[in-house]
């Protein structure tokens, strides 16, 4: 198939290795998150084995754009039987438990659209193998994008803001994160800083070797189960496909730099502990564990997350994102930078109508909470 210039194909992937070097060449040509990068979609190749197919852009027979797509059966309400098409994606729960953000297509510098858009004709060519193409977490602009290019109806499952610190934006202005933020904010992280030197120097501290970072690791899921529970779409550390994926991630990637543990140390107490992606010189803060506190002046969180961002700071890093959720925290310290949705891109289904107009009546009459996930 032909858009324009470029060509569109659609293979099983019998190769990872050739995938693997066209996957990087093109990285090499692009700006892509780490979400799109090999170090996160060759890890989850690896590790879950989807049966996922690869779709190719090439424009005079060079290759400008990639992305896979997992086709899979999605039952709800008992009797609705969907035909899914995922971006990077399984459709299982307990493998997508991991949660890409910033997904969509991996394009060359400057066609980011035009790759987009010719993989969305390609894919809606196939009329009759999916009733539903699922996007997820996909910045909210690339979404209408997608809708408006496939005409098909956007049903947006999820939904989030994305806060984040510009680290560059602080070296050039000369000041330190501190000096960002709020008053209210500056005055009780201080404030739990001073109360926990009372235990003794407060220090960040890093795993010496991959064993150190695994434990590291480990030692989180206590307490990011107390914090987020332990039930479906709670705490990955109740998933053993989430532990898995990510044991294995930091094995490949510490002593690359792909991953960063933290802990952060007052006296002998470990108050709080930071597992990182790193990709390009920016941190993407994944996920967290916090000393439980019974005095509320004690902001391990706040105190955490403010040490490691002045840490990046000073190390040169670009920007510290938060990512996904509309936590308190993250909008007190960071700043707002774009919107995340999860998207279901619908054909005309009859089925998939009724189940439309269900919804709204429901969330008319009812109201219904937005779907979230543990940070």
């Known amino acids: 198939m032909t858009a324009g210039k470029l060509e569109v194909s659609q293979q099983a992937i019998t190769n990872p290795e050739q995938l693997r070097r066209e996957w990087e060449d093109l990285e090499s ?10 170090q996160w979609l060759g890890h989850w190749l690896e590790v879950y084995q989807p049966n996922a197919t690869v779709l190719r852009v090439t424009e005079g027979g060079r290759l400008i754009g990639l ?31 991991i949660w890409i953000e910033y997904n969509g297509f991996l394009a060359e510098h400057g066609r980011d659209r035009e790759v987009s858009a010719a993989c969305l004709d390609f894919l809606e060519r196939q009329r009759d193998s999916w009733d539903e193409f699922v996007v997820g977490a996909i910045d909210a602009d690339e979404a209408d994008f997608y809708a408006r290019t496939t005409g098909l109806h956007k049903h947006v499952r999820w939904q989030a803001p994305c806060y984040g610190v510009d680290l560059d934006q602080l070296r050039r202005n000369g000041r330190h994160y501190l000096d960002t933020l709020s008053r209210n904010s500056r005055y009780q992280i201080n404030r739990a800083h001073r109360l926990y030197e009372e235990r003794g120097p407060v220090a960040l501290v890093r795993p010496d070797n991959v064993e150190e970072a695994l434990a590291m690791f480990d030692s989180i899921g206590p307490r990011h189960l107390e914090r987020w529970g332990g039930g479906p779409d709670q705490s990955g ?25 933290v802990s952060v140390r007052a006296g002998d107490d470990v108050i709080a502990s930071f597992y990182n992606l790193l990709h390009k010189q920016v941190v993407y803060f994944y996920l967290g564990g916090m000393m ?32 996904g959720g509309d936590e308190r925290y993250k909008a007190n310290l960071g700043q707002c930078h774009r919107q995340l949705v999860q998207i279901a891109l619908q054909r005309p289904r009859f089925k998939l109508k009724l189940e439309s107009a269900l919804r709204e009546a429901k969330h008319h009459w009812l109201g219904e909470p937005g779907a979230g996930y543990g940070r």
């Not at 992305?67 to 969907?82: F, K, N, P, Q, T």
């Not at 550390?237 to 543990?261: C, K, M, T, Y």
Request: overall charge positive.
């Open 29 to 38: 040509r692009s700006a892509p998150t780490v979400f799109l990068s090999w």
């Open 67 to 97: 992305g896979m797509v997992v086709a899979s059966d999605e039952r709800r309400h008992g009797v609705l039987r969907s035909r899914c098409l995922r971006l990077h994606q399984t459709g299982r729960k307990v493998l997508d438990q």
């Open 237 to 261: 550390f109740a998933n053993p496909d989430f532990v898995r994926f990510h044991r294995s991630l930091i094995r490949s990637q510490w002593a690359e730099g792909g991953v960063d543990l």
């Open 292 to 323: 439980s506190e019974t005095d509320n002046k004690l902001k391990p969180g706040l105190l955490g997350h403010s040490l490691c961002i002045e840490d990046y700071r000073q190390h040169g890093f670009h920007y510290y994102d938060f990512m």
